[in-house]
Each structure stands twice: as structure tokens, then as C-alpha cells.
């Protein structure tokens, strides 16, 4: 790509995220959500995440793996059963880590 | 005079608190808890300004692009979208349409922002849009819980916000210029991306608290993974579409039978 290409994509992709991010916060006040929507999108973060992160666990190979037999999903699982049991985010990290790694050795 | 009073009387704080009061001691306050509040998001957020840097060095664009990209773009997923592109020497608008795709869930989170921040002045809405990530919006809401939006205690969500928004912005910059100029010697199997996964789970987790949550959750990584044959990268699209309805749904239910409440 030409450096004038390169200058107008980034330029262009600054746009992008401006404008996403401040669609409703800019021209919003014309729009009025019923009440149960609105109080809805407060659950959004965290389907966004889920949604982001779950593929990239189950779909990391080349096909769907679903059994905790690949490291990305056991070590996902022993996060956040940690991250439920005691609440704090270094030991949770570090245990799926730790399964991470024994589940590829074994693999 | 308190010691934070007579620190927030210096000439660099008085421009962005305001002069010395109850104003800006609230302001600074709240800005602070934001902060404070972020401080573990910092690692999930520096792990894939780390993993978006060496990738966008990897496709051989220069230093100066990398670090224009990083710095101005600010945005992960989108930016990992449009590397191939770049490195396969899309069109500009194809490029664009992808990001904006990948981007179209913040459009989304606007929507649920824009009670808390209406009253504000364009140009501080859009720094704020600007600033939105999925982390930020996520402990904000969790801070907020479940009182209606509305106008009310507008200072203090302002400027926890912007507190969020700030740790994210710090990490991401930081990580970001520490990932293009160690771009080189950062090996794929140090499986930092991984790092992000498990660091984004450990602050996921503790949202998802009640049933709606649950709902939305099962039903957004469903959908996801099905939607993943989709093209130009709809995928989250839809499933936040889909995990938000199914979380009203449920607390539609909840609310009629009295279970909710």
C-alpha cells in the first residue's frame, strides 16, 4: 500500500472509532429508547466480551474443539471457576495459566 | 486547607478540575476511583495493546504509521481487522467498512450511555465516545448498577467515566509503544494473546451475577461462535444483538413474576 494510502486509512480508521463510539451520544437525543431497552444495554459489555473471547477459545484450531482437552478452553474453564470461587484476579490468571501450559505439554 | 485542596490549587489541575472547591474535589475524587477501579482492567487492556502493536509492525507498515495507528486508532479489534487488509493493499474504503463493522457494537454502547451523558456539550460527548471501551463501559456499569439512567449525580459518572477511561488510555498507549519498538524480539509462543483472554475472563466473571446476565452471556457466545461463518466480521455484532435481547427477555419475566424483584 502507498504511503498516501497508508495516511488516508489511518486517518479514516481515527474517523471510524469517533464516530461509532459517539453515534448515539451525538445525534441520540432525537432517538427515544423504550425504558426496558434502555436499561438493557447495561448487559451489552458483557455479551460483547463473551462474544469476543469465546470464539477465539473454541475456534483457535483449525476446527470447532469444544473439550477441555484443548488447553485455550480447559485453561478459559479453571479462570473462571477460580475467578467465582475467590475472587481475585492473579490467582485466577495464574491457575488457567498453569493449566494452559500442562495442557499443552501433555497434548 | 486540606492537603488535596492545596494540591488541586496547582496551575495544571486548576485547568482541569476547575479553581479549588467542593466542585473540584468531587471531580477528582470520582476521577480517581475511576482510576482505581481500572487499575486490574490495566492488564487485559496492556496485553492487547501489546498483541495489536507487534502485529501491526509484523505487516511491515513503518515505525512512524505503527505508532500513528496505535496511538490515534485506539482500537484493538478494529485495527487487527484491518491489518490483513492493509497488508493484502485493500482499497481504502473496503478497509474502513471492515473497522467500522468490527466497531458497530460501541455504536450500540452509545445508545446506553447517552441517558447518563446527555446533558453534556457536544464537544465533551464526543471526547467521551471517543475514549468508550468495552472494559471501561463494563466496571462503569457495574459501579452504576441497576438505578435507572438519568441526568442525576451527572459530575461524579462524568468523571468516574473518565477515570476508566483514562487507565485504559494509559495502558493501551504505553504497552502499545513498548510492543512496536520490541515488535522484533516479542515471540508468537509467549502466547500473550492468551494473557489477554484469561485477564478479559477474570473481569467478565464478576458481571455476571443474575439470571438476565447469565441469559445475555450464553446467549452472545452462542451466537458468536455460530455467527463466526458471517461475513465482514458480524459476528459481535449480532450476538450482542441477541445476548441483550435474551437479558430483557429474562428480566421482562422476572419483573412479572415477581421474582426480580
Known amino acids: 500500500m502507498?504511503?498516501?494510502?497508508?495516511?488516508?486509512?489511518?486517518?479514516?480508521?481515527?474517523?471510524?472509532?469517533l464516530a461509532t463510539r459517539s453515534f448515539f451520544l451525538v445525534i441520540g437525543h432525537r432517538v427515544k429508547l423504550p425504558l426496558s431497552v434502555q436499561q438493557g444495554l447495561r448487559?451489552?459489555?458483557?455479551?460483547?466480551?463473551?462474544?469476543?473471547?469465546?470464539?477465539?477459545?473454541?475456534?483457535?484450531?483449525?476446527?470447532?474443539?469444544?473439550?477441555?482437552?484443548?488447553?485455550?478452553?480447559?485453561?478459559?474453564?479453571?479462570?473462571?471457576?477460580?475467578?467465582?470461587?475467590?475472587?481475585?484476579?492473579?490467582?485466577?490468571?495464574?491457575?488457567?495459566?498453569?493449566?494452559?501450559?500442562?495442557?499443552?505439554?501433555?497434548? | 486547607?486540606?492537603?488535596?485542596?492545596?494540591?488541586?490549587?496547582?496551575?495544571?489541575?486548576?485547568?482541569?478540575?476547575?479553581?479549588?472547591?467542593?466542585?473540584?474535589?468531587?471531580?477528582?475524587?470520582?476521577?480517581?476511583?475511576?482510576?482505581?477501579?481500572?487499575?486490574?482492567?490495566?492488564i487485559a487492556t496492556g496485553a492487547w495493546a501489546l498483541v495489536t502493536a507487534v502485529a501491526t509492525v509484523k505487516i511491515g507498515i513503518g515505525l512512524?504509521?505503527?505508532?500513528?495507528?496505535?496511538?490515534?486508532?485506539?482500537?484493538?479489534?478494529?485495527?487487527?481487522?484491518?491489518?490483513?487488509?492493509?497488508?493484502?493493499?485493500?482499497?481504502?474504503?473496503?478497509?474502513?467498512?471492515?473497522?467500522s463493522i468490527v466497531n458497530l457494537r460501541f455504536v450500540i454502547f452509545s445508545a446506553g450511555l447517552l441517558p447518563y451523558f446527555r446533558d453534556l456539550g457536544l464537544g465533551k460527548r464526543l471526547l467521551l465516545g471517543y475514549l468508550t471501551s468495552d472494559l471501561g463501559y463494563l466496571l462503569a456499569v457495574r459501579r452504576w448498577g441497576d438505578a435507572a439512567p438519568g441526568p442525576q449525580d451527572r459530575t461524579s459518572r462524568t468523571w468516574y467515566f473518565l477515570g476508566l477511561a483514562l487507565g485504559n488510555w494509559l495502558a493501551w498507549q504505553s504497552m502499545s509503544v513498548l510492543g512496536i519498538v520490541l515488535a522484533d524480539r516479542v515471540p508468537d509462543r509467549w502466547g500473550l494473546d492468551f494473557v489477554g483472554i484469561l485477564a478479559l475472563i477474570t473481569i467478565v466473571v464478576p458481571s455476571i451475577t443474575d439470571m438476565p446476565s447469565v441469559a445475555g452471556a450464553l446467549v452472545a457466545a452462542c451466537v458468536a461462535i455460530v455467527a463466526q461463518a458471517l461475513p465482514?466480521?458480524?459476528?459481535?455484532?449480532?450476538?450482542?444483538?441477541?445476548?441483550?435481547?435474551?437479558?430483557?427477555?429474562?428480566?421482562?419475566a422476572r419483573a412479572r413474576t415477581g421474582a426480580g424483584a
Open chain 1, 43 to 107: 448487559y451489552a459489555p458483557v455479551c460483547a466480551l463473551v462474544a469476543l473471547v469465546v470464539p477465539q477459545l473454541v475456534l483457535g484450531g483449525p476446527a470447532m474443539h469444544l473439550t477441555v482437552a484443548n488447553p485455550r478452553v480447559g485453561a478459559a474453564l479453571v479462570a473462571g471457576a477460580l475467578m467465582l470461587w475467590r475472587r481475585d484476579m492473579l490467582t485466577a490468571m495464574s491457575g488457567g495459566m498453569a493449566v494452559f501450559i500442562a495442557l499443552r505439554l501433555i497434548a
Open chain 1, 2 to 17: 502507498s504511503e498516501l494510502g497508508l495516511d488516508l486509512a489511518i486517518a479514516g480508521l481515527v474517523l471510524v472509532t
Open chain 2, 1 to 42: 486547607m486540606s492537603t488535596l485542596q492545596k494540591i488541586l490549587n496547582h496551575r495544571g489541575l486548576r485547568v482541569l478540575f476547575g479553581p479549588p472547591g467542593d466542585l473540584a474535589l468531587a471531580r477528582s475524587s470520582a476521577l480517581g476511583q475511576g482510576l482505581l477501579d481500572f487499575a486490574p482492567a490495566m
Open chain 2, 64 to 99: 512512524a504509521h505503527a505508532l500513528a495507528m496505535s496511538a490515534l486508532v485506539y482500537a484493538g479489534s478494529a485495527q487487527l481487522a484491518a491489518l490483513p487488509l492493509i497488508a493484502a493493499g485493500a482499497p481504502v474504503w473496503l478497509i474502513l467498512v471492515t473497522a
Open chain 2, 232 to 252: 465482514l466480521k458480524l459476528a459481535v455484532l449480532v450476538a450482542v444483538v441477541a445476548g441483550v435481547a435474551a437479558a430483557i427477555v429474562i428480566e421482562n
